[in-house]
């Protein structure tokens, strides 16, 4: 098992950046990949980001491209995710999560085989 613990969500406005991280516990070896997603409610959990732990190659959503950078710490087993010229509908709880191995699509949360409780981010106009 690998605990995932979000941190940095909050509101901001429109416009503004928020920084958030998500530091991973417990069998954290042979990660193949760590994403970001996120979850309005009401709808679907969203892929948002995901980056290859060995290498770095990144992946984003076209709503995010341009706006958001997701990076990682390979030595502190974290991930982060910079968000840039935030807007209203980026508004979701933020979920990172742990593919350890390329089954399916780094973009399908189904993917993934852990995930943190969630951070919730909140853009105002």
């Known amino acids: 098992q690998v605990q995932l613990v979000e941190s940095g969500g909050g509101l901001v406005q429109a416009g503004d950046s928020l920084r958030l991280s998500c530091a991973a516990s417990g069998r954290t070896f042979s990660t193949y990949a760590m994403g970001w997603f996120r979850q309005a409610p009401g709808k679907e959990r969203e892929f948002v980001a995901a980056?290859?732990?060995?290498?770095?190659?990144?992946f984003y959503a076209d709503s995010v491209k341009g706006r958001f950078t997701i990076s990682r710490d390979n030595a502190q087993n974290t991930v982060y995710l910079q968000m840039n010229s935030m807007k209203s509908e980026d508004t979701a709880v933020y979920y990172c999560a742990v593919d350890k191995s390329p089954r399916w699509g780094l973009t399908l949360a189904r993917s993934y085989d852990s995930w943190g409780q969630g951070t919730q981010v909140t853009v105002s106009s």
């Open positions: 980056i290859k732990w060995s290498g770095g190659s990144t």
